[in-house]
């Protein structure tokens, strides 16, 4: 009789160990752009039981993954959540760059080669340096996976999908149909029907108006909102900046999950011999029209549809494929936009540094000592200084000394709390306080000067045409939730890096991670 309880007992563990142990079916990646986990904890009461609840309730759940630099934006922050591998690797330090000879800001995705899909930009991964997960997953599989991914912009929806996905779809700024590139082969065809039947986002857009979907007195959270007024907002093709606005309201998430429901009815996904990746980005931060107003109605309310809109999408996906053949992995992109103002008479910390005449004074400095015969300095973009490197090289001077003396100088300016050199993150010359300049750019593209301003400064551009920036690189807190697949619930408070996520997702995937991932997957997944 002993024998029989010892068996049973040992193949229940072992059944038991299998069922957590699977490969999944299917990988399904929330990612939500400038989500706050402040804002869940404050909203909370407001939220169904579905949603947000399920997620922290239901999944393996940790308190905060940290990014390893600053001046963290969408595509940086995509970048390391999908290659495991902060800027410095993965070749992504921002949404743009500066093309100093055309004198102009260009995406960091640019690329003429390819041709758009119902957009006119020309977009694609090449300056993605590093594999991201779907990319080892495609080669796990022979290409027999299908790869997907869906999001309001470019840089959020190419650099989650990586090289070898088959398709990355968002929403185009001009005519708000879901965009593509060449890059990627074929469109299915529930996309092209989409697009262009009656259900297309214009065709809907003079019935979509954003009002508030609770009663004013639920929007309680904050204490600071001063007016009563309900909030109401509409949009036309007929207005400049339609579709970038309604990209900032909760619509935008209704219309992801639109598409993304298309995708888990039409897609086979969960149905193949190898699994399959969606990836799926909402939006969670300021509404365009309020960016200078920090607590608002309008972003309770973007959180309360959001809630309903992660149901929504939860529900489908245990409909179509079951959670329990599933993984969830929801966390948000480690960063918040907004516009500070102040009232007037409020006294502040802080003041403005003018790029413009900063590098006007270094080229007179550099002059004084180098010669009057060329400018020394190239320009000024994204916190940065560029000298001119051809001059230098011509004039056989030495690079590391003429950045040391320039960083020497640029240090005494009023606002600046710290410069480094391009060359000392070269050459390992670096400690824990340059660190995240190292972390958070790419030697190709690093300028020679990267300058940190105190906290409340301003940069301002002397340029009449653009807001002056407030510089402000708090924390956000940004909660990671591993759900499904026979993940048991478990709340974990310790903090985690971003570039923890990918290894782990492949750890459970059974492939190898993202070829310039240099963090081992998190433990906890690893024992399950």
């Known amino acids: 009789m002993r024998k029989i ?14 069922a957590q142990q699977r490969t999944p079916k299917l990988v399904v990646c929330i990612t939500v752009d400038q989500l706050r986990g402040d804002y869940i904890e404050y909203f909370y009461n407001t939220f169904g039981e579905r949603g947000f609840k399920r997620l922290m309730n239901e999944g393996l759940v940790y308190n905060n993954i940290r990014f390893e630099f600053s001046d963290i934006d969408q595509a940086s922050a995509f970048a390391t959540l999908f290659t495991g591998s902060n800027p410095c690797f993965s070749g992504i330090a921002g949404d743009k760059t500066f093309d100093f000879e055309k004198e102009k800001e260009v995406s960091i995705l640019n690329d003429p080669e390819y041709l758009g899909n119902y957009t006119k930009e020309n ?28 999001a309001p912009d ?12 088959n398709g990355a779809f968002w929403m185009d700024n001009t005519n708000g149909k879901w965009a593509t590139t060449t890059y990627y082969k074929g469109i299915p ?53 339609c579709y970038p606005h309604l990209k900032t309201s909760p619509f935008i998430n ?73 993984l969830v992995v929801f966390t948000g992109s480690g960063y918040y936009k907004s516009e500070e103002s102040y009232p007037d008479g409020l006294m502040v910390n802080g003041g403005e540094f003018h790029p413009k005449r900063c590098l006007a004074l270094l080229n007179m400095y550099l002059m004084a000592i180098y010669g009057q015969h060329t400018s020394w300095v190239q320009g000024y973009y994204d ?34 709390q710290l410069v480094t050199t391009g060359r000392s993150l070269l050459t390992g010359d670096w400690n824990e306080g340059t660190a995240k300049f190292r972390q958070g750019t790419h030697h190709l593209r690093r300028g020679d000067l990267i300058i940190e301003l105190q906290p409340g400064w301003k940069v301002n551009l002397d340029n009449p045409k653009e807001k002056v920036k407030i510089i402000r690189n708090n924390a956000v807190i940004t909660p990671l939730v591993f759900m499904g697949n026979g993940l048991k619930p478990q709340h974990i408070y310790r903090e985690v890096k971003a570039t923890e996520v990918a290894p782990t997702v492949t750890h459970v995937l059974r492939i190898r991670p993202p070829n310039a991932t240099q963090s081992l997957p998190l433990w906890e997944l690893t024992t399950k």
């Open 5 to 18: 309880i010892t068996s049973l007992i040992a193949i229940l563990v072992v059944t038991n160990l299998e």
């Open 123 to 150: 977009y694609s991964p090449k300056n993605l340096f590093s594999s991201t997960i779907g990319d080892e997953l495609k080669i796990a599989s022979q290409g027999r996976s299908d790869v997907y991914s869906i």
């Open 154 to 165: 470019a840089e959020s929806a190419i650099l989650s999908a990586g090289h070898a996905a």
């Open 189 to 241: 065809w529930y996309v092209d029907r989409y697009n262009n039947g009656p259900e297309s986002l214009a065709s809907r857009l003079e019935t979509m108006v954003w009002t508030p979907t609770l009663p004013m007195e639920k929007y309680n959270a904050f204490p600071y909102v001063l007016d009563d007024l309900p909030f109401r907002y509409t949009f036309s093709e007929k207005f400049a900046n």
């Open 254 to 326: 209704k219309e992801i999950n639109r598409l993304a429901l298309q995708f888990l009815e039409y897609g086979g996904f969960g149905t193949r011999s190898c699994p399959d990746m969606l990836s799926i980005t909402y939006y969670a931060g300021n509404y365009r029209g309020t960016m200078s107003k920090e607590y608002t109605r309008e972003i309770q309310d973007t959180y309360y549809q959001l809630d309903q809109d992660i149901e929504k999408l939860l529900d489908t996906i245990d409909k179509k494929v079951g959670l329990a053949n599933t």
């Open 383 to 416: 916190n940065q200084i560029y000298l001119n490197r051809k001059a230098i090289e011509d004039a056989k001077l030495d690079l590391t000394t003429l950045q040391n003396k320039a960083a020497e100088f640029i240090q005494e300016f009023s606002g600046v």
